[in-house]
């Protein structure tokens, strides 16, 4: 059995879902468990819908999801004919279920409703996936990921319960393929013991493949992507970035850690603990060999560039001009896990440690407030980081040009520059 991740961009529109119906009909002969994202744009649409509702404007809230809604319908009519009727009335229940919470007010947390309506978008498309694949002749079982993930209540970032997922997926995943050559389900989103939904994190779908490939167990997973591998560098920014082969566990993790986005951070660890093979492929040239990640090592890369642009360099300075070491240091790190900000970069001084962050403005001016009762705290926003691994003279000089740094630190495998 073999798992297949397919994110929003594979079914972003009825010509790219008949593509990938394609792919999976080709390798369907292998048993595939299939974990599916969004159609394209559409967390970003519910996440509109959650802050119309957060902020009281419900008439708004219920226009933008009735906007999702037909986004959906449209895309099913031109899709199926035989299950169109079935189909319809299993996305209308789940419509239903975000209706009757937007009818209500907010008495809860923002991430709690965050999850209760975000996560149906991966009920949307996996259901409108499954039923065309059923449409076309396949093997094919729906299954709401929610009665198998098992949670913690921490709504966005929720932490997994393994043994109680892996009871779960033995007993009611596994036992399926003895009937079914395709199981379909959703990516990004589980539930607790209360079955409230909560979701796993943003690209949290990558995650998720990785979780059922370790308790199935898989032979392999594969990420289908709108590229033709994993590259060292953006293409967008870099049009001369180049495709990569093959890379280790370990290399990936460390890409993942500097902010590369390819494969979610927490993504590997389940396929190291069980060596399972990910491979990075793409679905719009699905011949290529794209990219495998094994527990190989890989030698010679070329450098790898991460940019991360919009940081803020926060400096919180002893106000007594004592040693920032220790307990001022344990002040700060309790001061980020309340706002949930965590550092990019970080340097001590004697007297002061700094801090780079992506600039989300609330967390930024919540931090400077909070940290400013015990610290001198200043700031310096629109500045860019620069993660160059496996870096060499020539590729440091040519992307510092006409940069001012102002913050490096360096290992013999990895420089860091935050420029200006």
């Known amino acids: 059995m073999k798992v297949y991740k397919f994110g929003g961009a594979s079914i972003s529109t009825i010509e790219r879902i ?204 594969t990420i289908w992507k709108d590229v033709e591998a994993v590259m060292n560098a953006d293409p967008r920014q870099f049009p001369e970035a180049v495709n990569i082969p093959a890379l280790s566990y370990h290399e990936v993790i460390e890409m993942a850690y500097y902010g590369a986005q390819v494969i979610h951070p927490k993504t590997i660890k389940p396929l190291q603990n069980a060596q399972i093979p990910l491979f990075v492929k793409s679905f719009l040239n699905p011949e290529l060999a794209g990219t495998v990640i094994d527990k190989k090592g890989v030698k010679n890369l070329p450098p790898v560039v991460v940019v991360k642009a919009n940081q803020v360099l926060i400096q919180f300075k002893s106000k007594d001009f004592s040693f920032v070491e220790d307990k001022p240091i344990e002040q700060l790190h309790h001061i980020f896990r309340n706002v949930k900000f965590k550092p990019n970069l970080t340097q001590n001084t004697a007297i002061s440690l700094l801090c780079c962050f992506d600039d989300h403005a609330e967390k930024t001016d919540r931090l400077a407030l909070d940290a400013s009762l015990l610290f001198d705290v200043e700031l310096e926003k629109n500045l860019t980081l620069l993660t160059i691994r496996h870096y060499d003279d020539a590729t440091v000089t040519s992307l510092t040009k006409d940069k001012t740094i102002v913050l490096e630190q360096r290992t013999p495998t990895t420089i860091q520059l935050l420029m200006r």
Not at 184 to 195: I, K, L, R, S, Y
Request: with cysteine; net charge negative.
């Open 18 to 221: 008949k593509s990938t119906a394609g792919i999976i009909a080709d390798h369907s002969g292998d048993k595939l468990l299939l974990v599916v994202s969004a159609m394209g744009k559409t967390t970003n649409a519910l996440e509109k819908v959650v802050d119309a509702f957060f902020d009281g404007r419900q008439e708004d809230a219920l226009l933008l999801f009735e906007q999702v809604k037909e986004a959906h319908l449209n895309t099913l009519k031109y899709l199926t004919v035989l299950r169109w009727k079935e189909t319809e009335d299993q996305l209308k229940d789940f419509f239903t279920e975000i209706e009757w919470l937007l009818h209500d007010k907010p008495v809860r947390s923002y991430d709690y409703y965050y999850d209760q309506v975000v996560c149906c978008g991966e009920m949307f498309s996996s259901t409108i996936l499954s039923n065309y694949l059923e449409e076309n002749k396949l093997k094919v079982k729906w299954l709401d990921v929610r009665d198998i993930i098992r949670t913690d209540n921490n709504f966005r970032d929720a932490g997994v319960d393994m043994a109680f997922t892996q009871k779960n997926i033995r007993e009611h995943v596994a036992p399926l393929f003895e009937e079914y050559d395709i199981v379909v389900t959703q990516g990004f989103v589980g539930a607790t013991d209360e079955n409230e939904s909560t979701t796993l994190g943003r690209e949290g779908s990558d995650y998720s493949a990785a979780i059922f490939a370790n308790l199935m167990p898989a032979e392999s997973v």
